[in-house]
T-cell receptor
Framework: GIQVEQSPPDLILQEGANSTLRCNFS?????LQWFHQNPWGQLINLFY???GTKQNGRLSATTVATERYSLLYISSSQTTDSGVYFC???????????FGKGTRLSVIA | KAGVTQTPRYLIKTRGQQVTLSCSPI?????VSWYQQTPGQGLQFLFE???????NKGNFPGRFSGRQFSNSRSEMNVSTLELGDSALYLC?????????????FGEGSRLTVL
């Protein structure tokens, strides 16, 4: 099955800094999502982005499907951005999403 | 509209007992997926149900089972609980009509096995 690798595993930022999180896939995917896990454990949808670029406020994401990777950009980070960011992908209509191990982000005031 | 609802949110069981977790999907969603999250193994897929049929199954022992009802609500059951079953169990719903699609997660059920 698909392997999903996320980098970096841990990231510490000063408030206001920018960051880029990366997700690599071992095979092509046509279903790709980014999530933020809040302190209570819920996975919050950030982007559904099998290809192309999307932006939502200070967050944006780009997926280059042909090269099997996706990037999540966080600009002007805030302490509320802290948490674990997961990407997940699948490569056909009826297969489950496979999750990466996540990037743990800590934003310090 | 209401999101994905999972009950109970927290529960404590002892080894050997069984547990049933419930998930109500977003209205109109017909697919429900279950994931187990532990610190050591991360997020692992348990199973997916679509229109009352199990469409996919992960690599878990037969003690883990699930079902989906005609209103798309789903339950998962774990029998003969082991200490290693302590985890956050997450349910996600999607439209599901063209495969797994975009997932929306509930708040999870946190199970502690003593």
């Amino acid at each position: 099955g698909i392997q999903v690798e996320q980098s970096p595993p841990d990231l510490i930022l000063q408030e206001g800094a920018n960051s880029t999180l990366r997700c690599n896939f071992s095979d092509s995917v046509n279903n790709l999502q980014w999530f933020h896990q809040n302190p209570w454990g819920q996975l919050i949808n950030l982007f559904y982005i099998p290809s192309g670029t999307k932006q939502n406020g200070r967050l944006s994401a780009t997926t280059v499907a042909t090269e099997r990777y996706s990037l999540l950009y966080i600009s002007s980070s805030q302490t509320t951005d802290s948490g674990v960011y997961f990407c997940a992908g699948g490569n056909s209509g009826n297969t489950p999403l496979v999750f990466g191990k996540g990037t743990r982000l800590s934003v310090i005031a | 509209k209401a999101g994905v609802t999972q009950t109970p949110r927290y529960l404590i069981k002892t080894r050997g007992q069984q547990v049933t977790l419930s998930c109500s999907p977003i209205s109109g969603h017909r697919s429900v997926s279950w994931y187990q999250q532990t610190p050591g193994q991360g997020l692992q897929f348990l199973f997916e149900y679509f229109s009352e049929t199990q469409r996919n199954k992960g690599n878990f022992p037969g003690r883990f089972s699930g079902r989906q009802f005609s209103n798309s609500r789903s339950e998962m059951n774990v029998s003969t609980l082991e200490l290693g079953d302590s985890a956050l169990y997450l349910c996600a719903s999607s439209l599901g009509n063209r495969g797994t699609g975009e997932l929306f997660f509930g708040e999870g059920s946190r199970l502690t096995v003593l």
